[in-house]
């Protein structure tokens, strides 16, 4: 398994792990419409493709050879880094593949000057929340997101660089 930074090619892959990951994670928390019309917001491929274009953000995947299995996407602030979404298809959990996309996007922040990094996860996602708590973020607020038009409590996480 390889993380690297992602390229246009990967834009389907990456919608296709995110798709799998809301099915997944959040039957309980989002309607089935609610969770199709937020992916095919957030992962549309033109904007997308823009993100993994942009120099203030960071989309890179997780590489198994045959197939990307994760990705993360973040992005530069005035905080320092934001990492808005980090999602594993689901076969792929428990094999490290989150902490490792968590890693280099840790490091990436670094390398950019970044003091600490954010992080953000719905509040109802105890699995995310759990995530992030395991590898020493601190809950620090929370906040809301829109998905499809409904707003939706978040968890704010940070670690210092």
Do not use: C, K
């Amino acid at each position: 398994m390889i993380v690297r930074e992602s390229r246009h090619d990967d834009v389907d892959a990456i919608e296709a792990v995110a798709r799998a990951s809301w099915e997944t994670d959040y039957p309980t928390i989002l309607s089935r419409e609610t969770a199709r019309d937020g992916v095919e917001e957030w992962y549309d491929a033109d904007r997308l493709a823009a993100e993994i274009e942009s120099d203030d953000a960071l989309v890179p995947v997780a590489d198994s050879g045959d197939e990307v299995v994760g990705f993360a996407h973040a992005v530069e602030d005035e905080g320092g880094g934001a990492i808005l979404r980090l999602y594993v298809a689901p076969e792929h959990r428990r094999e490290g593949v989150g902490g490792d996309l968590l890693d280099h996007t840790h490091e990436a922040f670094g390398e950019r000057g970044a003091e600490q990094v954010r992080a953000m996860v719905l509040a109802e996602n105890e699995p995310g929340n759990e995530f992030y708590r395991r590898h020493g973020f601190e809950l620090v607020e929370e906040s809301e997101t829109v998905i499809a038009d409904t707003s939706y409590r978040e968890n704010v996480y940070v670690a210092e660089r």
